[in-house]
């Protein structure tokens, strides 16, 4: 096939994910049947994925995998025969494609979010492994330092300096600090602290020749987005499935994946909005789950750069609309993202994407909770139940506890018994969702509470003291982002539960525990009392009552031996005490003029916090802890926030 046969061939797809980032998924899938191409099949099976990605239908992931293979046996056929008349070796486009597909197949199995779907993942993308190689080799010999992303500012500064360090834009002639791998072979290690500075890219980019066509354009943002991925997945796998990564002598390198991935984005083919979807996602969930970023600032300038990049191009695309309210949320707006978001669900606009709409619905339910807007955001969840088919309990559960807030106890039992017919239903991979495995344990749990206070499980809401939607929204990292009215709010609740609580803060005056008659007390159980530590450990952190946050997380982490049912509170305690010990060195470290004395207290913090991580990582470990895998990645992310971190300050 020619080079001009196969640019129609990619124009044509192209129509389609155009229709396909509009929300026009109908569009989309009729532009793709129009061919039989690799590329249209490739196109169909994205919109496969992403509806499978976006509302977990498991059909759907099966349809997505059918078709992908389709696609991945065209290219083959395609690459033996093909004939090159561009600037790289004839049939590298299709190896592209080929790539891109494994990377789709790969992620599939992940979307299980359990050890088993993650160990498939690994064993789909094994076989790329060759492919991604080969491919960044040929196309990018010199690296990718010279190469446009679509927000140029400095990578954070190795310059020690005070921790609100605040992103430049680059001038012309500043030089840019960017990363190099740092080993010979295809990964290079991300923690390194090798850093070069290049040569900035000159405005019409030196490695990026304007008169490429789309088959180039195709050859360069696909590498970079397949490089990236791939470096990015294996970056985020829980610890336990980087072991066996290891057996296949896989290492990553994220800060190279995260500027490969902004190389793709700032092109013009459909890789550079899958890349740019990535960074999206990526920078959300690190400025959600992290828990302290070592330069937010920075993070925010570059999200909000591709965002503005690829909602100009798609104005009316929900995954667009959903990223700008999660910056607006991350930037302390909370009014503005549900502004954004309500707007973007409003009846007059096209509903075509169920999918994407449930994202809104579920960000928007999300950020209402977290303002304790306790019936809008049950209202919000329930909606959701309507738009997929992905874990209705773990929805009725978190509503349930939204009514509970509201003293609706009538209607949180109701949805509380409507939970174990939907924990019944056929699960994904025919596993039971890490979700669903806690929310059978807690419902087990307040129902032995009130056999113990009333001799029957009848009407078990009575012996619910905390929020179920408050305790679930910890595994989310909802309350450290709340404002100081909604931190009091809870610090109030929380602390007026019996027994009084012996520790002092701002908040709280502690009180003798009043007799009851009965002589019983609200919480009557270790599993509660370290809920609750942990719970008013958070607030008081988010409020910068670090003294206090800091009695009530180690409280919470004393009590893990007792603990029986909720035994990944003794791991969360220790992430939340190193995220504590960061938000603490920053405070410290903000009006000191003295960089040698802001190092000396880095020092100590940095490894105060990594030495935390490692006992929360051996504590959830080894109590098989619910939603371990969840603490696992953001451990996984506060650690390389922490690498950030020490070469901003010049820590070796």
């Not at 229709?19 to 196109?43: K, V, Y």
């Not at 990582?617 to 506060?638: V, W």
Request: with cysteine; charged share 20%; aromatic share 8%.
């Amino acid at each position: 096939m020619s080079n001009s046969e196969t640019a129609a061939q990619l124009r044509s797809a192209a129509e389609g994910f155009d229709s396909l980032f509009a929300n026009q998924i109908g569009p989309a899938r009729e532009a793709f049947t129009t061919n039989d191409s690799p590329f249209h099949l490739l196109g169909l099976g994205v919109c496969s994925f992403l509806e499978a990605a976006l509302g977990m239908e498991a059909g759907l992931m099966t349809e997505a995998s059918r078709v992908l293979a389709l696609a991945e046996a065209g290219a083959k056929k395609k690459s033996k025969v093909a004939r090159g008349s561009h600037r790289f070796a004839p049939g590298i486009e299709w190896e592209v494609l080929q790539a891109d597909v494994v990377v789709l197949l790969g992620l599939t199995s992940a979307l299980s979010e359990s050890y088993m779907g993650y160990l498939q993942c690994i064993y789909s993308l094994n076989s790329a492994h060759s492919k991604f190689t080969k491919l960044y080799k040929a196309v990018f010999p010199s690296g990718l330092d010279d190469y446009k992303t679509p927000a140029h500012s400095p990578a954070p500064s190795r310059k020690a300096s005070t921790p609100s360090l605040q992103s430049v834009s680059t001038s012309p002639s500043t030089p840019t600090v960017t990363p190099l791998a740092t080993k010979s072979s295809f990964f290079g290690r991300w923690g390194s602290s090798s850093l070069t500075v290049s040569k900035p890219p000159s405005p019409a980019g030196s490695i990026d020749p304007t008169n490429d066509g789309p088959v180039e354009d195709m050859i360069v943002a696909g590498t970079a987005f397949g490089f990236g991925l791939f470096n990015l997945v294996f970056s985020l796998l829980p610890a336990k499935v980087k072991g066996v990564v290891g057996f296949f002598g896989f290492h990553h390198d994220r800060k190279l994946a995260l500027q490969a991935l902004a190389v793709s984005a700032a092109k013009q083919d459909v890789h550079s909005v899958f890349a740019g979807l990535v960074l999206m996602t990526y920078h959300g969930v690190v400025l959600l789950l992290s828990g302290y970023q070592a330069d937010e600032a920075h993070i925010i300038k570059q999200y909000q750069a591709i965002v503005d990049n690829i909602e100009a191009r798609y104005p009316t695309g929900a995954l667009w609309i959903l990223n700008r309210a999660k910056i607006l949320r991350m930037s302390n707006d909370p009014d503005g993202a549900i502004r954004v978001l309500q707007e973007g669900l409003k009846p007059d606009r096209p509903h075509v994407f169920r999918e994407a709409d449930t994202l809104l619905v579920f960000e928007l339910a999300w950020t209402l909770l977290a303002q304790r807007r306790y019936q809008e955001s049950a209202d919000m969840f329930i909606r959701i139940t309507e738009l997929n088919s992905w874990s209705h309990a773990t929805y009725y559960f978190i509503a349930a506890g939204c009514y509970f807030s509201l003293n609706d106890y009538k209607k949180t039992q109701e949805l509380l018994d409507t939970i174990p017919s939907l924990l019944e239903r056929k699960k994904l991979n025919g596993k039971d969702l890490p979700t669903e495995v806690y929310i059978k344990k807690k419902m087990a749990f307040y129902r032995q509470k009130q056999i113990r206070l009333k001799g029957t499980e009848d009407n078990f809401v009575e012996a619910i003291r905390i929020s179920p939607a408050e305790e679930i929204s910890i595994f989310w990292n909802l309350l450290a982002r709340i404002e100081n009215s909604a931190s009091r709010a809870h610090i109030k609740e929380w602390a007026s539960l019996t027994p009084a609580v012996t520790i002092e803060s701002r908040f709280i005056s502690p009180q003798p525990t009043p007799a009851s008659p009965k002589g019983t007390v609200d919480l009557d159980s270790p599993d509660e009392l370290a809920i609750r530590s942990l719970l008013l450990g958070i607030v008081h952190r988010t409020a910068g009552e670090y003294i206090p946050a800091r009695a009530f997380l180690l409280d919470a982490h004393k009590r893990q031996a007792e603990l029986v049912t909720s035994t990944w509170v003794g791991g969360m305690s220790l992430f939340e005490v190193a995220v504590l010990e960061l938000k603490e060195a920053e405070v410290a470290t903000a009006s000191l003029a003295s960089q040698a004395e802001a190092k000396e207290i880095w020092t100590a913090a940095l490894k105060k916090a990594n030495n935390h991580l490692d006992r929360a990582l051996a504590t959830a470990t080894s109590n098989n802890a619910d939603l371990s895998s969840r603490l696992d990645s953001r451990i996984a992310m506060l650690r390389e926030e922490i690498g950030t971190k020490m070469e901003m300050v010049g820590i070796a």
